[in-house]
């Protein structure tokens, strides 16, 4: 959960709270669904929207979800996981953009990074814009290099946790063949498609871990919804979106070994609000 914060002044004073929120440049949706779920504070306590601020109030709002890459991209600043001279490990939101592209040529992961340490940050690897969890990335070709050859060898490996619409159970391999569809930004599991494979391990409720054995495009999202159990939330392949707006999708974990010190290192992230709340707190998994 990313929180936003705003001090009001003098010629603030006697403006309402949604007014305030707008001005941090919350739409009137995300003002109206931080409302619902009781997210807006003053001086530490749940606000209305309707109420009169005063000169020196801290008006806050909790952003989860797809307004979590919002609010980073609107702060400006990244609290690292793990940094270095040679590379940094991020929680990366969901909402916000891994790298730069024609829609986001200034407001993802890779920019932020690269304004704040004076380096270029270089992804290994990706997450989709909506897909939260842990990224790495490289601040010259020579890590980078050393990083792109770990995971071709399987030393840098990464952990995924799911909800699915329709749960898996028990534990297994699932291989398939994933191919482009032909006007969209979509795959499908075709004859024809790259060979792709992945173990799970079900957890509570609908819940699902999963490394990957072969990285492609939306292997994750495509491969199991054409398998007949798509993610919660992914309307690209019919994933349900009326309990989550984003995909239920978080890479939970990262291995790695550093390039200095050949040192194996572990990251862990626990599991986002948005999907902590879709999971139930009877099923509650952290990863």
């Not at 004076?118 to 992804?123: D, I, L």
């Not at 990083?147 to 699932?174: C, M, S």
């Not at 032909?182 to 609908?206: D, F, H, I, N, Q």
Request: hydrophobic share 35%; with cysteine.
């Amino acid at each position: 959960m990313a929180l936003l914060e705003h001090v009001v002044q003098p010629q603030e004073e006697g403006l309402r709270t949604k007014d305030i929120l707008a001005g941090m440049g919350l739409s009137r949706r995300e003002i109206s669904r931080l409302h619902t779920t009781r997210s807006v504070f003053r001086n530490g306590e749940n606000e209305r929207l309707a109420s009169i601020v005063h000169a020196g109030d801290v008006v806050s709002a909790h952003l989860s979800g797809k307004a979590e890459g919002k609010a980073l991209r609107m702060q400006g600043h990244v609290k690292p996981v793990y940094e270095c001279e040679r590379f940094v490990v991020v929680d990366k939101p969901s909402g916000m953009p891994c790298h730069a592209s024609r829609e986001h040529p200034n407001d993802d992961m890779a920019t932020l990074l690269t304004r704040q340490y004076g380096k270029n940050a270089r992804p290994i690897g990706r997450l989709d814009k909506d897909v939260s969890g842990l990224m790495l990335y490289a601040f010259d070709q020579e890590t980078a290099a050393f990083f792109h050859q770990q995971r071709n060898d399987g030393d840098l490996a990464k952990t995924y946790v799911a909800i699915l619409d329709n749960p898996l159970f028990g534990e297994g391999r699932l291989e398939f063949h994933l191919g482009k569809q032909k006007g969209t930004k979509g795959r499908k599991v075709m004859e024809e498609g790259k060979p792709c494979a992945m173990r799970y391990w079900a957890l509570p409720g609908r819940m699902v871990r999963i490394v990957l054995e072969t990285g492609r495009t939306h292997q994750i999202r495509a491969g199991l919804a054409g398998l007949g159990h798509p993610l919660a939330g992914d309307k690209l392949y019919g994933g349900d979106t009326r309990e989550i707006e984003r995909v239920a999708l978080h890479c939970a974990s990262l291995r790695l070994v550093h390039p200095d010190t050949g040192k194996i290192m572990e990251f862990q992230s626990p599991c986002p609000l948005d999907m902590r709340k879709l999971q139930g707190e009877e099923n509650e998994v952290l990863w």
